[in-house]
């Protein structure tokens, strides 16, 4: 039997395969390589020495779909594949609809089909609304601003349903936090097209000299120093909670959300300074205007994951910055910089 992870050549989910293979899982990936890499699998494999079997298909694509389960034998999904830039979102919401949507449901499709019926789903923390106060649990209320978001929030209501009408299904709904750093080897970690979006790799590569200087996005906010508050989770930790969230989704019946954080938040200041202070780089910075859509913080409770899954995250921000860095340093381009990178 194995496990059908989907979008598992991309940033979690190659770190996703690397602890389900290590917790004796066997994996099979559906990717399209849009926003990933061949070679981010090819180093799943040399860290865990197992096999992976990649499928290079279009999750939307059902034919492919049920080739995969027509020529495995899948026992649950995990399903990451799907576009995840939230400015991209807003310039192109129905490239993100069509995309994020259709390929849920033509999964669940499948997935019904083959009689498979035990699913793990990539959400976020982006599904709340943005007038909750903070921690966020996950009886909070929902309400996504962006189409991204709103792809998010709209599949976790899709999958609440079919779970409602089908009681045999089981659903776990995992509300990340801000997933940074690598695995400990340095052999995968985030590797963003073009310049990133995101606080971390936007560090790391201002460190490795890729980038000039740091645009802090505000120093108005209400927060310690003026600058936004995240709630920065290690990508290992978030990983091992698919494992965790797979093992209650084989063994329950029913839909749950989990947050998946680590329950503290730091700042834009804090994160630049303990990546500082934890690879010995500068970081230049000058203070930029707010971004449109951010919030001053966000962090969750993360106590249901805990009770309910026996999760917990283990690492902190001087981890997540040391291997964060591990990882940049070795692989400056990411995977472009190997031969066997697509
Ligand atoms: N920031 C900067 N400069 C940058 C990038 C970010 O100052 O160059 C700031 C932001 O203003 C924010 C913080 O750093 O205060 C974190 O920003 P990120 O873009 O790294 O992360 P977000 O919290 O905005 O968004 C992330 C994911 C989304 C997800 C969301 C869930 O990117 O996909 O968390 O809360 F939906």
Same mark, same amino acid.
Request: glycine residues 8%; contains cysteine.
């Given at each position: ?116 019926? @035990? /699913? ?5 923390? +982006? $599904? ?11 009886? &909070? ?17 899709i999958l609440r349903d079919l779970c409602a009408a089908n009681p045999d299904w089981c659903v776990a709904l995992l509300r990340y936090f801000n997933p940074i750093g690598a695995h ?10 073009g310049i990133p979006n995101n606080l971390m790799p936007y560090i790391s590569q201002v460190a490795v000299g890729k980038l000039k200087r740091l645009n802090v996005f505000g120093d ?6 003026g600058t936004g508050s995240r709630d920065y989770i290690h990508v290992v930790d978030l990983a091992k909670g698919h494992v965790k969230a797979m093992a209650w989704a084989l063994k ?6 989990? @947050? /998946? ?5 730091? +700042? $834009? ?11 010995? &780089? ?61």
């Open positions: 039997m194995s496990i059908l992870i989907t979008g598992g050549a991309g940033f979690i989910g190659s770190h996703t395969c690397v602890e389900m293979l290590t917790a004796g899982y066997d994996v099979i990936v559906a990717d399209n390589l849009y926003n990933s890499s061949i070679e981010a699998l090819r180093r799943v494999e040399e860290i865990t020495n197992k096999k992976v079997k990649l499928y290079e298909v279009d999750v939307c694509d059902k034919y492919a779909l049920r080739t995969i389960f027509t020529e495995n034998s899948i026992e649950a999904v995990i399903h990451f594949a799907g576009y995840k830039a939230v400015g991209e979102s807003v310039e192109k919401p129905m490239m993100y609809y069509n995309n994020n949507l259709i390929s849920t449901l033509s999964l669940i499709d499948v997935m019904n089909e083959f009689n498979v019926k @035990n /699913l793990v789903f990539s959400s976020s923390a +982006t $599904v709340y609304a943005g007038d909750n106060s903070v921690p966020l649990t996950e009886d &909070m209320k929902l309400g996504a601003i962006n189409p991204y978001g709103k792809t998010k929030l709209f599949i976790e209501e400990k080897s340095g052999l995968i970690g985030e590797s963003p097209k108005d906010y209400e927060t310690r120093d329950n019946t029913g839909c749950d959300a989990f @947050n /998946l954080g680590t329950g503290t938040g730091t +700042t $834009v200041l804090e994160l630049r300074k303990a990546f500082m202070d934890a690879t010995g &780089m500068d970081v230049p910075y000058v203070i930029a205007p707010r971004r449109a859509g951010d919030l001053a913080e966000v962090y969750a409770l993360p106590d249901k994951a805990e009770k309910v899954l026996n999760w917990k995250a283990e690492l902190n921000i001087q981890d997540m910055c040391e291997d964060t860095w591990r990882w940049q340093k070795n692989n400056p381009s990411g995977y472009e910089c190997s031969s066997k990178s697509k």
